[in-house]
């Protein structure tokens, strides 16, 4: 199973640990060991079948984890979207999912906004609006504008994004990482046809979240 490329720093320095107590004392090799393989596990990369979408209309899952919100709701002006209400899919991120995120669509990165925040756990709600996060808002096929935002967690102190503004994404593109527990928002247009449940585990780059209705955002 591939590895992504940030985790690389922390195997090497797992092993490193694992090593040198492992010389002090030999009991704690085997511990460290079971450390190593662990942050092997939560850095794997496997590869996805991204759904054909020819039309550019489906919502792929970002993240792996659990769907522990579907609401309407009107996004914080800080993500960059127009004062509208929009539906905001929230999937929660344990120490186990695989951290790795995808892009939910293709289209053009119009605009990248890190916002500074605390570190409470993910899964609340508060997190949504007082956790440090990075939102993407993406212009897709011209037509419609989604948002796409990574909330650090109660572990999770670092965000990884390479996507800039003006980059392309396509579906299914890796774009990022969050280390150790976290959460990804999408806001996606109202009217669109919403095809995952609460509670409902989704898988990045192949869960279909939603069908993005044919009409422009005003």
């Known amino acids: 199973i591939p ?7 922390f195997i090497i320095i797992f092993c490193l640990i694992t090593l040198v107590i492992g010389w002090i004392w030999s009991p704690l090799f085997f511990i460290g060991l079971i ?4 942050c092997i596990y939560f850095f794997r990369n496997p590869e996805r079948v991204v759904p054909k979408n020819s039309d550019n209309n489906l919502v792929i899952a970002p993240a792996d984890g659990k769907i522990i919100e579907i609401k309407e709701i009107t996004p914080d002006e800080e993500i960059g979207l127009p004062k509208i209400k929009y ?6 991120m344990n120490v186990f999912n695989v951290h ?10 119009y605009k990248r906004n890190y916002i500074p925040g605390l570190f409470f ?3 609340l709600d508060k997190a949504s609006k007082e956790n440090e996060r990075l939102s993407l808002v993406m212009n897709v096929n011209n037509r419609v504008k989604i948002a796409f935002v990574q909330v650090a967690g109660l572990l ?5 994004n390479d996507a800039q ?13 969050i280390r150790f527990g976290s959460k990804v928002d999408v806001y996606i247009p ?3 046809k919403i095809n995952v449940l609460k509670g409902q585990t989704s898988i990045a780059g192949e869960t279909i979240l939603a069908e993005i209705a044919p009409k422009k955002n005003k």
Do not use: D
């Open 35 to 38: 450390f190593t393989l662990w």
């Open 3 to 9: 590895i992504h490329p940030s985790g690389l720093p």
């Open 100 to 109: 790795v995120n995808r892009s939910p669509m293709s289209g053009i990165i």
């Open 156 to 160: 999770a102190r670092r965000i990884v």
């Open 121 to 123: 756990n993910a899964s």
């Open 190 to 192: 109202i009217g669109s």
């Open 165 to 177: 503004e003006g980059n392309k994404l396509i579906t299914g593109q890796i774009f990022g990482i």
């Open 87 to 92: 539906i905001k899919i929230g999937i929660f």
